[in-house]
């Protein structure tokens, strides 16, 4: 009977530290939580189609609820000051096609996330889309560096300069 | 409650203290809950997730985890497993980033336990969750949505669907719904072989655990990268409601269910929040031996006000055949040489078009190139993709991007899953009457609306026959498993069609000599749209195929062959439905012989839940040449 409880207790003990290896979210080096990891590399090639069958199974895309704190999330959701990050982060392909044509969900969503005013988001849009040479110079940026650079785009812009720090 | 049980608790919950006031009051919660009978309330069993046996009676919780409970005697009994838990509602202990105080940690039933036992805050502390608070305020529900990937053709693991619930927050709208949570139940497994998957996770070998995810990650997972339509279904539910579902997906964070592939799958334990969160709600009890997505997606949209609205979510692949149907064949080659880096994003042939047909052109290339590389054909770099955003950026006109038709019939509202066939025939001069029952999913023939057009998946088909003048109904077919995916090509979509196939069939040695046999084929093919044909209406098809048969009849016991397949799968009109095919199978090794076949069967649709099937076959088997026709009633149930 002891055993049982044993295993129960490590089990317990045990289990946020699983969470947290499959995620592949641990807290990097610099304390932040590891965006730009391997959680969203580009998936592609036959391995994620097998996977896709156990759609269930996708290991590395579990949040566990009331699992206590992880690199960037608190028992399941995304800590607020990595909201936009993580999300930029995993979505930084489609967010470069809808700034291509300054629309889309992608784009609209992270309007919503970095609290852009509804009579600014026309601009906003437009600017994205503009700017996009700027924002995405090239095909292989690090998320930090489409921060960066969608910042620089918002402070060059009268309008648009409120939202700075927003991101 | 036993001694050592404390000490659990005591290892789980320090500390634990227990003073003898409180002792007096817990009695007095204990006599109202017996007095009330709470324990055999359903609100209590849903949310221990009591179920009964399926093979005998009474009931067990389906949760395998110990943690779950309070009493050791928890997964079976529970009065005892609600007199425990009000035991440990006493607890004092302190929220910690790894622990919670048993009032947070099952907060759903304390919360229950609260509002039918009138706790007296005096005697019995509340305690501050303020874990379970952060969560819920990030997580500002508003709306609780049922979501359905439908199939996902050519995948035969994902051709059931699948289904999560998605947690919609304040201030989202369709738009910015990337923003909200989804809430899976998913096996918890890295296993990458899907036949290992799929027989361990028939016998419950894998653990399941309730997940939460970005919807963002979903969408991608299921529409981009799967290509799966996505059907939305809001619910009904009352904020009430929704905080009842919340505070039971908390409790039940991670607390393992063992995962079972047919029934305890992610659409069973997915019903079961919404029968916590809407008492009254009997969503899971239909679903006692198998639960397939489609159907309880069915039993959800079946309860009288329960959908409030359904949104359709196109997958990446259905959007590109939507901008193809818009294009002309110049301009999608077009498209088609830019993804495929055969003309490039400078090239005169793009520039002489007018500026919204090339942002067409360029959107379509993009989206077809992203396409690829999802499916493993990386022939487009992530470099010239970029190049193609760049030239598209450029162009001063608004998105091109094509609304997709909602499909007419949603995936709740076609056939039902089961299929029951009598029918008459006769063969080589012998007349008969038949049996057919296919207690799941679809095949080709049968009406597609809802499903995946071209993805034909049965479990344990079988049919019984009686020919006139015998005595007795014989067993004609068994057959476990049998799926087919037909997929037609085109310039743009290239997959491969196969099938395979597995069970017992009467074999005809000769007139008085027809047994059941052994048999597993399979095959891979082509198909394409005949021309002028569009989405699947009208499909011609070559396979080779190959078949091994057992049994002892045979010489050496087997006889195994392969030969092609051809065939025309076409729609005469929305209910009439027929596919012509011929066969014709060398069985070189073992017993040699011959089989050949030529086959038309027709299907007509009475209505949605019935059908007429006509099937006329010639067929040889060995030496002999026999004919045959049928005519049976379906009826989907």
Same mark, same amino acid.
């Given at each position: 009977m002891l055993n049982k409880k044993l295993i129960v207790v490590a089990l317990v003990m045990a289990f946020p530290v699983g969470v947290m290896a499959a995620g592949a979210a641990a807290p990097d080096a610099s304390g932040g939580c590891g965006v730009g990891s391997?959680?969203?590399?580009?998936?592609?090639?036959?391995?994620?189609?097998?996977?896709?069958?156990?759609?269930? $199974?996708?290991?590395?895309?579990?949040?566990?609820?009331?699992?206590?704190?992880? $690199?960037?999330?608190?028992?399941?959701?995304?800590?607020?000051?990595?909201?936009?990050?993580?999300?930029?982060? $995993?979505?930084?392909?489609?967010?470069?096609?809808?700034?291509?044509?300054?629309?889309?969900?992608?784009?609209?969503?992270?309007?919503?996330?970095?609290?852009?005013? %509804?009579?600014?988001?026309?601009?906003?849009?437009?600017?994205?889309? %503009?700017?996009?040479?700027?924002?995405?110079?090239?095909?292989?940026?690090?998320?930090?560096?489409?921060?960066?650079?969608?910042?620089?785009?918002?402070?060059? %812009?009268?309008?648009?300069?409120?939202?700075?720090?927003?991101? | 409650m036993p001694g050592r049980w404390i000490l659990l608790f005591i290892l789980l919950w320090q500390p634990l203290a227990v003073s003898a006031a409180d002792n007096i009051y817990l009695k007095e919660l204990v006599e109202q809950a017996r007095q009330k009978n709470l324990a055999q309330r359903p609100e209590w069993l849903n949310l221990l997730h009591y179920k009964p046996y399926p093979y005998r009676p009474?009931?067990?919780?389906?949760?395998?985890?110990?943690?779950?409970?309070?009493?050791?005697?928890?997964?079976?009994?529970?009065?005892?497993?609600?007199?425990?838990?009000?035991?440990?509602?006493?607890?004092?202990?302190?929220?910690?980033?790894?622990?919670?105080?048993?009032?947070?940690?099952?907060?759903?039933?304390?919360?229950?336990?609260?509002?039918?036992?009138?706790?007296?805050?005096?005697?019995?502390?509340?305690?501050?969750?303020?874990?379970?608070?952060?969560?819920?305020?990030?997580?500002?529900?508003?709306?609780?949505?049922l979501v359905f990937p439908a199939a996902y053709l050519n995948n035969p693991a994902s051709m059931y669907g699948h289904t999560l619930l998605r947690i919609d927050g304040k201030g989202q709208d369709e738009r910015t719904r990337l923003l909200a949570y989804s809430i899976s139940y998913a096996a918890n497994t890295d296993e990458t072989s899907g036949l290992v998957f799929a027989v361990r996770g028939l016998f419950g070998g894998y653990p399941g655990l309730f997940a939460i995810t970005p919807y963002y990650i979903k969408v991608r997972e299921y529409t981009d990268i799967e290509n799966r339509d996505v059907w939305e279904y809001q619910l009904t539910l009352t904020p009430r409601e929704i905080d009842r579902l919340l505070m039971h997906v908390w409790e039940l964070g991670p607390i393992r269910f063992d995962y079972y592939f047919f029934d305890e799958n992610c659409a069973y334990h997915l019903l079961s929040l919404l029968e916590v969160a809407r008492p009254g709600l009997e969503l899971t009890d239909r679903f006692r031996w198998w639960a397939i997505p489609s159907d309880t997606v069915r039993a959800v949209a079946e309860q009288p006000g329960l959908v409030k609205r359904v949104v359709y979510r196109p997958a990446t692949a259905t959007i590109i055949r939507r901008r193809l149907a818009d294009m002309d064949d110049r301009q999608s080659g077009l498209s088609r040489g830019l993804a495929e880096r055969k003309v490039s994003s400078t090239d005169d042939r793009l520039h002489g078009l007018p500026v919204a047909e090339?942002?067409?052109?360029?959107?379509?290339?993009?989206?077809?190139?992203?396409?690829?590389?999802?499916?493993?054909?990386?022939?487009?770099?992530?470099?010239?993709?970029?190049?193609?955003?760049?030239?598209?950026?450029?162009?001063? !006109?608004?998105?091109?991007?094509?609304? !997709?038709?909602?499909?007419?019939?949603?995936?709740?509202?076609?056939?039902?899953?089961?299929?029951?066939?009598?029918?008459?025939?006769s063969r080589g001069g012998r007349r008969f009457e038949e049996i057919n029952l296919r207690p799941t999913y679809h095949d080709l023939m049968d009406d597609d609306g809802g499903y995946t057009r071209g993805a034909q998946i049965e479990f344990f088909n079988m049919k019984w026959r009686h020919y006139r003048g015998d005595d007795s109904l014989h067993l004609e077919e068994f057959t476990p498993l049998n799926i087919v995916s037909l997929s037609p090509r085109d310039d743009f979509f290239t997959p491969v069609s196969w099938k395979v196939n597995v069970g017992w069939t009467r074999k005809h040695f000769s007139d008085n000599d027809e047994p059941l046999i052994f048999r597993a084929g399979g095959g891979s093919g082509l198909a394409f749209n005949m021309p002028g044909s569009h989405e699947g209406n009208s499909v011609y098809y070559g396979f080779l195929e190959a078949e091994l048969d057992a049994g002892k009849q045979f010489d050496r016991n087997y006889a195994m062959g392969m030969g092609p397949a051809l065939g025309w799968l076409t729609n005469i009109s929305d209910r009439w439905r027929i596919n012509l095919y011929a066969r014709s199978l060398r069985y070189g090794l073992g017993d040699a012989h011959n089989a050949r076949e030529l086959t038309l069967e027709q299907r007509y649709s009475l209505n949605r839940q019935s059908a007429l099937h006509l099937g006329l076959h010639r067929k040889q088997e060995f030496q002999d040449y026999r004919n045959a026709a049928e005519i049976s009633l379906q009826y989907y149930y």
């Open positions: 391997k959680l969203f590399e580009n998936q592609r090639g036959v391995a994620p189609q097998v996977l896709a069958m156990t759609t269930n $199974g996708m290991l590395g895309q579990i949040f566990a609820v009331s699992s206590g704190t992880s $690199g960037c999330s608190q028992d399941g959701v995304v800590k607020s000051n990595w909201k936009t990050s993580m999300f930029i982060d $995993g979505n930084k392909t489609k967010l470069a096609r809808d700034m291509s044509t300054g629309s889309g969900e992608t784009l609209e969503s992270l309007a919503k996330l970095i609290g852009i005013q %509804d009579q600014h988001k026309a601009a906003f849009f437009q600017a994205t889309k %503009d700017n996009f040479s700027r924002i995405f110079a090239s095909d292989n940026l690090t998320t930090d560096q489409v921060v960066a650079s969608l910042k620089q785009v918002l402070a060059a %812009d009268s309008v648009l300069a409120q939202y700075t720090q927003s991101i | 009474g009931m067990r919780s389906l949760a395998d985890d110990p943690a779950f409970f309070n009493s050791p005697h928890g997964k079976t009994d529970a009065a005892a497993e609600l007199e425990s838990t009000l035991a440990v509602f006493f607890s004092t202990a302190e929220e910690t980033d790894k622990t919670q105080n048993p009032q947070c940690r099952f907060i759903a039933r304390y919360h229950w336990l609260k509002k039918e036992l009138h706790f007296d805050p005096a005697r019995l502390r509340e305690q501050s969750c303020k874990r379970f608070d952060q969560w819920h305020a990030a997580l500002d529900p508003y709306q609780i949505t090339q942002a067409r052109v360029l959107e379509l290339a993009y989206d077809y190139a992203t396409y690829r590389s999802a499916s493993g054909r990386d022939t487009t770099t992530t470099a010239q993709m970029h190049e193609l955003l760049l030239a598209r950026s450029r162009l001063e !006109v608004p998105p091109q991007r094509p609304e !997709v038709p909602v499909p007419v019939v949603r995936p709740d509202e076609g056939h039902k899953t089961s299929r029951l066939a009598l029918g008459v025939g």
